[in-house]
T-cell receptor, first 113, second 113 residues
Framework: AQSVTQPDIHITVSEGASLELRCNYS??????LFWYVQSPGQGLQLLLK??????LVQGIKGFEAEFKRSQSSFNLRKPSVHWSDAAEYFC???????????FGQGTRLTINP | EPEVTQTPSHQVTQMGQEVILRCVPI?????FYWYRQILGQKVEFLVS????????KSEIFDDQFSVERPDGSNFTLKIRSTKLEDSAMYFC???????????FGPGTRLTVT
């Protein structure tokens, strides 16, 4: 069965520090991977996506993610966080031909000034 | 930039009442989705819709739920007889085609009392 695991429910980092949010997935078919961000009271905004090719993908707001097939991971990184990055981050996986996205449980990011 | 819109942003209803949640997907998109997020939990897939019919649905999407695309722009989710456990944020999403990312609306918060 398809599953996505985000091991960290809540992470706190200081403004200006680097960030890595973990995501592990289990999916049988060719997988497409996504990171979405949800600010309080807002919808889900796509940060970045991986379909194929270069395993390091760049997204909006200075985020990047690296796909590692051997580890079934798609971790999200940012070299220097800003207070506005405080939000909930969701990793999701889909498959060609399958309609749905399967989401992880989310990681809530808090930024200390 | 085109976006998915949803109305209302918040709906309060009494148990047993029917509700209709409305969505306007991005205009040239072909695939439409509903997801829900119970407070504090992960985003869950409900149903996908393509070519005027349901293409996939989850076990959550029972006979109490239905979807419709009544015209060329709207996409609705109807819950016939709401239960307390239907209280959640409901997200509509759309996608242009196979292999494309899904774009999410801001959500409708449904509160069943």
């Amino acid at each position: 069965a398809q599953s996505v695991t985000q091991p960290d429910i809540h992470i706190t980092v200081s403004e200006g520090a680097s960030l890595e949010l973990r995501c592990n997935y289990s999916y049988g078919a060719t997988s497409y991977l996504f990171w979405y961000v949800q600010s309080p009271g807002q919808g889900l905004q796509l940060l970045l996506k991986y379909f194929s090719g270069d395993t390091l993908v760049q997204g909006i707001k200075g985020f990047e993610a690296e796909f590692k097939r051997s580890q079934s991971s798609f971790n999200l990184r940012k070299p220097s966080v800003h207070w506005s990055d405080a939000a909930e981050y969701f990793c999701a996986v889909g498959a060609w031909g399958a309609q749905k996205l399967v989401f992880g449980q989310g990681t809530r990011l808090t930024i200390n000034p | 930039e085109p976006e998915v819109t949803q109305t209302p942003s918040h709906q309060v209803t009494q148990m047993g009442q029917e509700v209709i949640l409305r969505c306007v997907p991005i205009s040239n998109h072909l695939y439409f989705y509903w997801y829900r997020q119970i407070l504090g939990q992960k985003v869950e897939f409900l149903v996908s819709f393509y070519n005027n019919e349901i293409s996939e649905k989850s076990e959550i999407f029972d006979d109490q739920f239905s979807v419709e695309r009544p015209d060329g722009s709207n996409f609705t989710l109807k819950i016939r007889s709401t239960k307390l456990e239907d209280s959640a944020m409901y997200f509509c999403a759309s996608r242009a085609g196979q292999g494309n990312e899904q774009y999410f609306g801001p959500g409708t918060r449904l509160t069943v009392t």
